[in-house]
């Protein structure tokens, strides 16, 4: 089955610099590749998605890359701020068919933005 | 607009005792999930559903059950609780394949 691998585990960043938290999957028929944010004591949020069909998605300060060649896929933010403080999470599935999308999770990156 | 819900958001029970987990959403989303969350192990899916009456398995079933009589709703039941069960659970709900919507977790502790 699918196995997906996450790093860092911890990341910590001056406000106004760059994070980027890497992901890599195992199985190469996988075609659907999420991020989610989890704040302390929430539910995690989707902030963006990319399929296999697609090397690279922008929504203003955050991009994913894809490399399907290597089987990995990235999250950049740019310009950090005291909000981005969260743990991010990757995820990677395929779509069988008509079935339901089932999610294998990275095992999180805890970031730290420090003002 | 509440989305989705769950309670309690914090239990507390012992080893052996039955507890249910619920789930609420008002969005009449399709399809429904159930994550356990673990550190050093990110999110695993318990049980899924793809509409009211059909529910299948997901990575670490062993000593849940969920039913689905409902579209709305989709309570995750603990049979015998024991220790390793302690965790917090999510619940997520899709409409289409791709995007999941996550409720805010229960927080489930086995003593």
């Not at chain 1, 996988?30 to 539910?43: D, T, V």
């Not at chain 2, 609420?24 to 009211?52: C, E, K, N, P, V």
Request: hydrophobic share 30%.
């Amino acid at each position: 089955g699918e196995n997906v691998e996450q790093h860092p585990s911890t990341l910590s960043v001056q406000e106004g610099d760059s994070a980027v938290i890497k992901c890599t999957y195992s199985d190469s028929a996988s075609n659907y590749f999420p991020w989610y944010k989890q704040e302390l004591g929430k539910g995690p949020q989707l902030i963006i998605d990319i399929r296999s069909n697609v090397g690279e998605k922008k929504d203003q300060r955050i991009a994913v890359t894809l490399n399907k060649t290597a089987k990995h896929f990235s999250l950049h933010i740019t310009e950090t701020q005291p909000e981005d403080s969260a743990v991010y999470f990757c995820a990677a599935s395929r779509r069988y068919g008509g079935a339901t999308n089932k999610l294998i999770f990275g095992t999180g990156t805890l970031l730290a933005v420090q003002p | 607009d509440a989305g989705i819900t769950q309670s309690p958001r914090y239990k507390i029970t012992e080893t052996g005792r039955q507890v249910t987990l619920m789930c609420h959403q008002t969005w009449s989303h399709s399809y429904m999930f159930w994550y356990r969350q673990d550190l050093g192990h990110g999110l695993r899916l318990i049980y899924y559903s793809a509409a009211a009456d059909i529910t299948d398995k997901g990575e670490v079933p062993d000593g849940y059950v969920v039913s689905r009589s409902k579209t709305e709703n989709f309570p995750l039941t603990l049979e015998s609780a024991t220790r390793s069960q302690t965790s917090v659970y999510f619940c997520a709900s899709s409409e289409y394949v791709y995007e999941q919507y996550f409720g805010p977790g229960t927080r489930l502790t086995v003593t």
